[in-house]
C-alpha cells in the first residue's frame, strides 16, 4: 500500500483547475499516517522519514498539517493502544491469570494458569483452597522451568494487579528478561484471551461436572488440557488447536472410518480417523 501511494506522489497527476492539487492531498495524508502510526515521531523525524523515501517537505510543513488534523507534538498525541500492542507483540506475550471452582462439599479451589498468546497454548499452574504469594512464585519458577527452550521467545507477561503477584513473582520473569505489564484496571477486559479461556474451560468441562476435592479437579483440568491443546479447534488458529494441525485431509468411506473417542466420562468426544 505505501509503495503505490509513493509512486503515485512521484507521479504526480494534473491538478484540477482550482484547489489544492491532489498531490499535496496524498502527501499530506501521507504525513497524517506516519504521525498516527508512530507516535514519539517529531516534526522533524516525519520529514526525515519523507525525504528519505524521495518525498521534499518541511518540517513547517508538516507541523501545520497536523495541527490542521488535531494531532500536536509528541507529548499530545495518544501512544500505541492496547488492541495494537496485543495484535504487534501476540506471539511475544504471556498471559497469567485464575478463576474458582466450587467443590460439591463447598470448598472454593483458585486455579492459576498461564497462556500463551500467540498459539493460546495453556498450562495449568496448580490450584489450592488458599494461594499465597509464595506458592503462585513457585508456580511461576515452573513455568519458566517447562519454557526453559522457548524462554527467549517472550518478551512480556500480562497480569493484573491482584496482591498474589507480588514483587518475587515478577523477578521470576525479569531474570528471564520478560517484561511484566500490568492490565489497566478500568479495562476488566483488557486480558481477553486469559478471560475466553475461563468461560471455554466452564462452559465445556466445569459446568458439567460435581468436583469432589483438590486431587479430582487436578486429574480433571489435566485431561481437558490433553484435549484443548492437542484436539480442540480454535477460531483464532484457523480452526486448528494450538499445538498445530491433528491430520491431512479424510476420505471418507462410511461412518466406520471416522471413530469417537470419549474424555471424562462422555462429557467431551474427540473425533479421528479409525486405524486402518
Not at 495541527?67 to 498525541?77: E, I, K, N, S, W
Not at 500505541?80 to 501476540?90: E, K, P, V
Amino acid at each position: 500500500m505505501l509503495r503505490h501511494e509513493l509512486a503515485i506522489l512521484r507521479r504526480g497527476k494534473r491538478p484540477p483547475r482550482s484547489g489544492r492539487p491532489p498531490l499535496d492531498r496524498q502527501l499530506r495524508e501521507l504525513v497524517l499516517r506516519l504521525a498516527r502510526e508512530n507516535p514519539r515521531w517529531g516534526y522533524q523525524r516525519i520529514a526525515g522519514e519523507l525525504k528519505g523515501l524521495g518525498l521534499a517537505v518541511s518540517a513547517t510543513t508538516v507541523r501545520a498539517w497536523l495541527r490542521q488534523a488535531g494531532l500536536g507534538p509528541v507529548g499530545t498525541r495518544g501512544g500505541m493502544s492496547w488492541r495494537t500492542f496485543l495484535r504487534t507483540h501476540g506471539r511475544t506475550i504471556l498471559a497469567v491469570d485464575s478463576f474458582t471452582v466450587e467443590t460439591a462439599w463447598l470448598q472454593r479451589l483458585y486455579v492459576i494458569f498461564f497462556i500463551e498468546l500467540g498459539s493460546r497454548h495453556v498450562h495449568i499452574a496448580g490450584c489450592m483452597p488458599h494461594p499465597t504469594g509464595l506458592w503462585v512464585t513457585q508456580q511461576a519458577r515452573q513455568v519458566t522451568w517447562t519454557l526453559s527452550d522457548r524462554a527467549d521467545s517472550f518478551r512480556f507477561l500480562i497480569r493484573d494487579r491482584d496482591q498474589k503477584f507480588t514483587k518475587p513473582f515478577d523477578e521470576v520473569f525479569a531474570s528471564e528478561k520478560i517484561e511484566i505489564v500490568r492490565k489497566p484496571s478500568p479495562t476488566p477486559q483488557a486480558n481477553g484471551v486469559a478471560e475466553r479461556f475461563v468461560r471455554t474451560v466452564r462452559s465445556e468441562c466445569l459446568d458439567w461436572l460435581l468436583i469432589l476435592n483438590q486431587t479430582h479437579l487436578d486429574r480433571v483440568l489435566a485431561e481437558f488440557m490433553e484435549h484443548y491443546n492437542g484436539h480442540r479447534s480454535h477460531r483464532g488458529l484457523k480452526l486448528t488447536p494450538p499445538d498445530g494441525p491433528r491430520q491431512g485431509l479424510l476420505r471418507i468411506d462410511g461412518e466406520s472410518s471416522v471413530q469417537r473417542r470419549d474424555r471424562l466420562g462422555g462429557v467431551i468426544h474427540e473425533y479421528a480417523k479409525a486405524a486402518a
